[in-house]
């Protein structure tokens, strides 16, 4: 009975699959032999029969096992490690790509000056013009913003309005002193030049004309010398800052008054009551006709049929020229950088034959140029040498971009002006004749101004009374009933 016992716990262990009879303390250990006792050789052909093969299944089956589970380990531990070397292939192709760039950039772009003292100013003012609505907008404020933008926006513009609003009142109360017609913007636009032009009686003190300022008028040692801010300090200005100082006032008076440009100049013009151009020089206090624009030999026809010159700016074109005055400000704060050709980008956007604007691009595009060549140690006015860029494909593309942008202003009409030329201009604008027609011209537009006047003063005397409007009746509620 004991045998069968111990069998019997074996062949339950066996079907459970133990793969490895544990040593039971006390039980015999079985293995097969030939025993002479019947009842014995019957029980040793149940444990040959039921014991030892179920052993045998078993180990094979884990063995497999490990081994599946051993090449799946494996197959995962390639594929990650072929993951790792294809990312860091890619983080190391990514990074010789950035260093390529910005070996590239080194040589051919100009390094960023957005770090520079004020530069901060210049991009806030970008965002600024870039807000306003390109049909209507305030000249003074466009202005303001720009010419802000230079002094690190440390001016006031509260104190800015104030002053022009307090000019305005003057002019106004000049206008009904001398009884000009205050609804007439031929007579708004006279009372405006008398003010800049004349010296003149106001509220018991003298008003001083302006005065054209010839020291440094191109502001090539001050820029701040072209802005209207230093006008109205110091009551002197040039051809940038005159018209536009004429231009705000204008506007802030209610009248109606055009920016027109000229080679190296800018000049207001406005239509009178017989619907005539008149063109207001500002630098010499005068009125003139186009004949004395054409004199000055430099506009060729091309650039009258772009409209590069003698054209009235419409509102979006004056805006591209506050661009192109930011960016000109930016370049001679710092120098070029990417927020010159952005700025500049953006007024040819809204004007691309602003004649100024184009100038700007093409000494960009050529400064560029020059940057790239002298970085590869290419001498571009050797024309031996210069062969190199076609190693340079980026370089062959700056140069391509300068050629065409000269052809454009070429194409537009320019001719360069030299500033002897144009100060001889300026000059002969004082001719004695000059000076006998720009008298002829504004007593004319006084005379017309007049007679317009008093024929709608007799036309309102003769329309019929406006009838007052009646106030509908309302019937008070006695307190009684309340």
């Known amino acids: 009975m004991k045998i069968k016992f111990t069998v019997l716990i074996f062949i339950l262990l066996g079907i459970r699959g133990i793969a490895q009879g544990p040593d039971f303390p006390g039980i015999p250990n079985l293995t097969p032999s030939v025993n002479k006792n019947p009842a014995s050789s019957s029980s040793s052909v149940i444990v040959n029969s039921a014991v030892l093969p179920t052993e045998n299944i078993s180990f094979d089956v884990k063995s497999s096992r490990r081994e599946n589970i051993h090449s799946q380990t494996a197959k995962i531990i390639a594929e990650d490690m072929k993951k790792m070397t294809k990312d860091e292939e890619i983080r190391i192709q990514k990074e010789n790509y950035e260093k390529a760039q910005e070996k590239e950039n080194a040589i051919y772009n100009f390094p960023s000056l957005s770090e520079k003292s004020g530069a901060k100013s210049y991009y806030e003012a970008f965002d600024k013009l870039s807000s306003l609505d390109t049909d209507n907008y305030s000249v003074g404020e466009a202005n303001f913003i720009v010419e802000n933008a230079y002094f690190d926006n440390k001016k006031s513009f509260a104190k800015f309005r104030s002053h022009t609003k307090e000019t305005v009142k003057l002019l106004k109360r000049k206008m009904s002193e001398l009884k000009f017609d205050t609804l007439s913007n031929s007579s708004k636009n006279l009372m405006l030049f008398k003010f800049l032009s004349e010296d003149m009686n106001v509220k018991g003190k003298t008003h001083k004309a302006l005065k054209y300022d010839f020291e440094d008028y191109m502001g090539k040692k001050d820029w701040s010398k072209t802005f209207v801010d230093k006008l109205m300090e110091k009551g002197s200005g040039q051809c940038h800052s005159m018209p536009l100082y004429y231009l705000i006032l204008t ?21 009178d009551e017989e619907e005539q151009w008149i063109d207001v020089e500002l630098t010499n206090g005068m009125f003139t006709g186009s004949s004395l624009i054409l004199e000055s030999g430099y506009i060729k026809s091309e650039a009258l049929q772009n409209k590069i010159y003698m054209n009235n700016l419409s509102k979006k074109e004056l805006l591209s020229q506050f661009y192109t ?96 030329a144009y100060e001889s201009w300026l000059s002969s604008m004082k001719r004695e004749d000059n000076k006998q027609k720009s008298e002829e011209i504004a007593e004319r537009v006084k005379i017309i101004n007049a007679q317009k006047q008093k024929e709608r003063a007799e036309a309102l005397k003769k329309s019929p009374p406006a009838k007052k409007e009646e106030k509908p009746k309302t019937n008070e509620i006695p307190k009684a009933w309340l």
């Open 251 to 271: 506007e802030e008076l209610g009248a109606e008054a055009y920016l027109s440009y000229a080679p190296n100049h800018s000049y207001v013009r406005f239509m």
């Open 325 to 420: 005055d930011l960016a000109n400000g930016y370049i001679h704060k710092y120098g070029y950088d990417n927020f010159v050709f952005k700025t500049i980008n953006k007024a040819l956007e809204l004007s691309p034959n602003n004649i100024f604007a184009n100038m700007i691009r093409a000494n960009y595009d050529i400064s560029r140029f020059e940057l790239a060549m002298r970085n590869l140690g290419i001498n571009p006015r050797d024309k031996e040498d210069l062969q190199n860029i076609r190693n340079y494909p980026k370089a062959v593309f700056l140069l391509n971009n300068a050629n065409e942008r000269q052809d454009k202003i070429e194409n537009l009409g320019y001719e360069f002006m030299p500033e002897e």
